[in-house]
């Protein structure tokens, strides 16, 4: 489905590529017109902390040199993307949001980075984040937060906020995002583009910088479920670098994304998240898109998962306590911002007081949560009874997954909030992922993808599609046919009614 | 009026009033080509910083990956030590800042070691004969070894009066076992030699297993030593725990001086504060360090950034399998074979002779010149160089050579010695240096008999006395004679001749 107009930004990637394929376009020029078209808006957006136009245009042109050359180039050669500024790139600020880390240079490439590099992907910058991705807005960030591109006075979601802006500003056709808690989902949701979290260890981790390494999972981010599952295979699959990734073969998502079927499939309804607490327009279109997919085909029933009750309060344990200890490398020694070193301080000073000044105030939050739950005495209490939910979870996934397909929920409780809003509230903060975060911790795969405006506010709404682990394709191929059904509906894509900035 | 008491009471009477019960902690440097989590080398002693990569700096968005070559000797450790080994484990992060740790957490094992409950004998010397004592493993545990810390300026070389400290991360990530004791009581007066004695076992079976070369003087063994005191029929005592034990002397000078301090605070109605003390190599003692009283809380959870390790029973066998015969039953075997005492042995041992010694016998060579070669005249020379005897340039096959040339009278002893320097020096193989030097013995009798009159002539007075019956004076004249031909003489050979010549019999 291709969206119409000359405008290269407002392309898919698949378009894109095939144009650059064939000659049509060159990759130079559709790097530029992206270059254009973030000095034309992202001083609005602020989408990126970081672009590099001249190292994306020598990529472009190294791109279009192989095309000259008759090299066969790959399924989304030359298509730029904006990288969430959590995974490492060689020689390029890697800040992850923060200030602690404002002018380091990672000297190493991150697996999935190594792999968009393979495929002759156009990095063109790296996007904006909550402080170490701990957040649901992006106002954590020590940069400034991004703006929703349909009302720059909203979040585009979080931590990945600066990776979805950016899909919805027209200022790359695709992202890579990550997701701890729901941080692709989420953003994905709020800014009407489409973004996955695959399955735990689907996607190599080595060079994503840590905030709970138990749950997070760089995944990719675009405005249709094809550019998403193209993406997705490039960056998925087995690095040895990362000893907790899957050796196995990665679920054919593209197929599955062309596909686009559900005839006979059973999709289940998770009971524990679907009812009170979820605004009335996304309750609406979550109601919408069921009776669509009952329509194509599939069967819908619904399904308890008893003990996703607990899966918030479990989260905000596990997460604390495994950033606690993995933040605490960012001490002033080797890298990174170092306060104090004036010959008049201990080491213990210095290590103190560059905490002190480089981490935000979430950030040191977290990290007394954990640096708590872990300690002597209340380790059985807090972490451990969390690590038993987890199993609970787990165990719920399980049990419905013998008799769904996949399940389904909306992927956040309301559309984009007002910058602003939330951001002194921890607590309702934190409720923003109460459906995105049970899929983490149990490493099951999920997509959200934009399912129509609340009719109260005008908003994107996202509905989340959960899969087994390793069932990845099962996303597309239930994301690909909704998304195919209301393509129908309405003309166009969803994000085609974002304004026009 | 308080009568001052005594810093220490002197070891033994110590132990006639206390029981000792000690623990230790070994941590030994695996010897695999490269480190825990990464693929840099582990050589010792490159320039700073020079072994390093992403992984063991701990540079943000890096991960570990076991090194499949340090779970395996760790389990054949494991195995050597008569350990129960886990079927399923997982590493663990100990948290704790401090700069010369790259993640600000070392990844270790806590609660899930590969390895437990164990034992290995011991045998110390006594009064009454050879005592074998049972020291039981608590547990057998992999980790990574921290950086090192360079202090410099202020007065003490540590971190808290320094002007500035260096940091080498070469160290960080390189693999270490940590081998634990269970508390071990009962060793009365013999604790020091016990502990000393384990810790001498373990280094032979690190070496007979061959992961590790446990060279005390770079660092690659380190003890930790556990001690309390306790009357007689009182239930154990508060124990201290001493760090920076790094030598076999040390750990036997630790548990005494140990012994000695806590007896003294006991005995003066004092007690003995739970706290880490630092021992000082110097000194041969150990001060205060911080008190554990305030335990330090490391915070320890499973390491998410790796998967449990679970060996198939078919790989420990196959790990079983590859196990060398072990130091102790070694060194029954080889007494018994070369008819030496437990004694004699330990003098190959400590030389780190054993292998070449037996290679050398394997030659052809009769045990006691073995012996003798490896643990006199090579060994001092190896000292000199500041190296290990396998790091000589002398070799079995040499010694055998050498001996079998002594044996038909080719060489002597003098001459054999000079033919393994020339070897050292790297003038060739033995007969070469034979031939280069000009070494062999001067068996031609008229040579010898111009040399020994020449010797008379010189000396008239002593062939007076030789003639006149006075046989024992013949040594002067064969001195002369072996001065002469510069050592190349057979000196049994020139007495003779003397006789003969004189014509005197030998008395």
Redesign the interface.
Known sequence: MPITGSDLTRQTAAVLAEAIRTGEASAVEVTQAHLDRISSVDDRVHAFLYVDAEAAIDSARSVDAKRSAGEVLGPLAGVPLALKDVLTMRGVPTTCGSRMLENWRPPYDSSVVERLRAADIVILGKTNMDEFAMGSSTEHSAYGPSHNPWDLDRIPGGSGGGSAAALAAFEAPLAIGTDTGGSIRQPAAVTGTVGVKPTYGGVPRYGLVALASSLDQAGPCARTVMDTALLHSIIAGYDPRDSTSINAPVPNVVAAAAKADVRGMRIGIVAELNGEGYQAGVAQRFRESLAILEHLGAEIVEVGCPSFEYALGAYYLILPSEASSNLARFDGMRYGLRVGDDGSHSVEQVMSLTREAGFGAEVKRRIMLGTYALSSGYYDAYYGSAQKVRTLIMRDFASAFESVDVLVSPTAPTTAFKIGEKVDDPLAMYLNDIATIPVNLAGNAAMSLPVGLAPEDGLPVGFQIMAPPMADDRLYLVGAALESALYDQWGHLLIEEAPAL | MSTAMPETIPYDEALNLFEPVFGLEVHVEMGTNSKMFCGCPTAFGGEPNTQVC?VC??????????NRTAVESTIRIGLALNCTIAEWCRFA?K?Y?Y?DM????QISQYDEPLCSNGYLDVTVATAEGPKVVRVEIERVHMEEDTGKLTHTGGATGR??GADY?L?DYNRAGIPLIEIVTKPVAGAGHLVADVAKAYVAELRDLMRALGVSDVRMEEGSLRCDVNLSLNKPGSPMGTRSETKNVNSLRSVERAVRSEVERQSALLTAGGRVVQETRHFHEDIGRSTSGRSKEQ?E?Y???PE????PIAPSAVWIDELRSTLPELPSAKRSRLEAEWGITPFELATVVNAGALDLVEETIEAGVESAAARKWWTGELLRSANDQGIELADLPVTPAHIARVEALVADGSLNDKLARQVFEGVIAGEGDVDEVIASRGLAVVSDDTALLAAIDEALVAQPDVAEKIRSGKVQAAGAIVGAVMKSTRGQADAAKVRALLLERLGVTDA
Request: aromatic fraction near 12%; avoid cysteine.
């Open positions: 992403p700096l701990g540079l943000p968005g890096s991960m570990p990956v076991v992060r948290n800042f700069p790259p993640k600000d957490y971190i808290h400290s940091v335990a809380d915070r320890y959870f998410p950034d790796l998967v």
